[in-house]
């Protein structure tokens, strides 16, 4: 008996992290590859305060979301606290997701660092919605928080 309860937690567990990372998935700004951030490595933007592609051999595969990294050091400091690196809205524009709740792709060369969170936001075709998020980041700020807590 002790062994089919044991067994059907296990399944439960399993069930239950898998439906969450798939959830999380589901959410993610990823290609079919669940890579994010076009294999940009999460933690240059802290150390270098620039967007450096990672190495496709230098990887890390986070709740079911694969982060690619430009040296061994930055994905292990990734490991140590990775909520800490990964990009707020799920990789996707902030100020998108600030201005309406939308998920837009995001480019991740524009980006901003605002107490200790990585922000990105949408740069093509003389759209550079950075600049418009510094108008009224701290509004913008709020409401993306609001609109991302409904994709959770």
């Known amino acids: 008996m002790k062994t089919i309860v044991a067994y059907f937690l296990i399944f439960l567990f399993i069930n239950t992290v898998s439906g969450q990372n798939a959830h999380r998935v589901k959410n993610f700004n990823i290609d079919k590859n669940t890579l994010a951030i076009e294999g940009y490595d999460p933690v240059a933007y802290f150390i270098t305060k620039k967007g450096i592609e990672g190495k496709k051999d230098i990887s890390l595969s986070r709740e079911g979301i694969t982060y690619n990294f430009s040296t061994i050091q930055n994905r292990e400091l990734f490991k140590t606290n990775p909520s800490k690196y990964e990009p707020q809205f799920g990789g996707w524009c902030s100020y998108a997701m600030g201005e309406n709740g939308d998920k837009v792709a995001a480019d991740p060369e524009t980006f901003k660092i605002v107490n200790g ?36």
Do not use: R
């Not at 913008?140 to 959770?152: C, S, V, Y």
């Open 117 to 152: 969170k990585l922000y990105l936001f949408y740069n093509k075709f003389f759209n550079n919605t950075l600049k418009d998020w510094d108008k009224n980041e701290n509004v913008l700020k709020l409401k993306a928080e609001q609109n991302w807590a409904k994709f959770k």
